[in-house]
Nanobody, 125 residues
Framework: QVQLVESGGGLVQAGGSLKLSCVISGSTFRSGGMAWFRQAPGSEREFVATIWRNGGNTYYADSVKGRFSISRDYAGSAVYLQMNSLEAEDTAVYYC??????????????????WGQGTQVTVSS
């Protein structure tokens, strides 16, 4: 049984930083995709970042490019999201996801089979 558990969320002032972690048990995903999505109140869940396959190619939403950085451990059993220069608009529940998406699906919810429960990130302005 694959389980994903996020940690590291919290309350931070605008301009600050947080690092989210997601530990995966039951499988590894170095040859697949490991991603972060987020969902703000009243909004749909949206793609944030992904790290894909053995080459570790990374892809980001335009809204976080240059501020956020995704990384993983060697085995593909943990994924991290370093968030810098946080803005009030980054306030959301952040979810990690894992699966084996093809390239065209790396930014889509449907590309990932496994999801964590989410961790709240609140940025005060």
């Amino acid at each position: 049984q694959v389980q994903l558990v996020e940690s590291g969320g919290g309350l931070v002032q605008a301009g600050g930083s947080l690092k989210l972690s997601c530990v995966i048990s039951g499988s590894t995903f170095r040859s697949g995709g490991m991603a972060w999505f987020r969902q703000a109140p009243g909004s749909e869940r949206e793609f944030v970042a992904t790290i894909w396959r053995n080459g570790g190619n990374t892809y980001y939403a335009d809204s976080v490019k240059g501020r956020f950085s995704i990384s993983r451990d060697y085995a593909g059993s943990a994924v991290y999201l370093q968030m810098n220069s946080l803005e009030a608009e980054d306030t959301a529940v952040y979810y990690c996801a894992a699966g084996r998406p093809i390239l065209s699906a790396v930014r889509t919810i449907g590309g990932y089979s496994y999801w964590g429960q989410g961790t709240q990130v609140t940025v005060s302005s």
